[in-house]
């Protein structure tokens, strides 16, 4: 039998953590604030940006939000990142991406003060994390590695493989699993004999954005399977990355979609931004 990965439950534990540090820090006259700029209303991600501030309300940090039309410039965005990098009170900014196409992704990301870079999209961020320094850490790959641990698996000498590559998941997935000193491999669309890599698996994380591409026939009996891909199937069901009816019997530890990797995104958003403050 395996173990399901509830990360609903490990996501309101980390909540409710940090909303007793957020009390203490107001008792001692610190206050924390996250600016969430939403530009254009692209539906998933009013959902997103929702729950982020619905989480800030929840652990009593301050939100400041902003909404900006589909037609926003890229120069009006920038204004807007550089007030909030000057504004003191302001602890953490957060652009909720995709952006519409007139605007430039990097450079509004390479705009925001790696000090408040919450999202730890910042090069800065990434540069650190690669050499292990300390900074802003991206919150999915982050809230996989809080799933792993506070379900009592070890990561240390497990061979982990990552599917996917991208900037915001796959690669800071894999400095954070060898920052707990696992052996990692990174496996993309060019990957040659995909299935005898993942195959190798102690630990695999599928994020590579495409619904049940994981079947039984990549995975290791009693394997740990993390599943960050989250999709709509043709039934309008919620379904990720790895067929899970499939694969879970052949794991001995699973996430599942919903209720896995999702909700500890903004989770590990919350410990960003009480965890800048500690620190500053
Ligand atoms: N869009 C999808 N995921 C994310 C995320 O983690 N942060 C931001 N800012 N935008 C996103």
Redesign the pocket.
Known sequence: MYQLIDGKAISQQIKDELKEKVEKLKTQGTEICLAVIQVGNDPA?GV?VNNKKKACAYIGIQSLSYELPEETTEEELLKLIGELNAKEEVNGI?????LPKQINEEKILLAIDPAKDV?GFHPANVGNLSIGRPGYVS??PAGVIQLLKRSGIEIEGKECVVLGRSN?VGKPMAMLLLRENGTVTVCHSRTKNLKEITKRADILVAALGKPKFVDASYIKEGAVVIDVGIHRNENNKLCGDVDFEEVAPHTSAITPVPGGVGPM?IAMLMHNCVEGVENS
């Open positions: 991600s997103y957060l652009v909720q991406l995709p999202d919150c999915t915001i995104t």
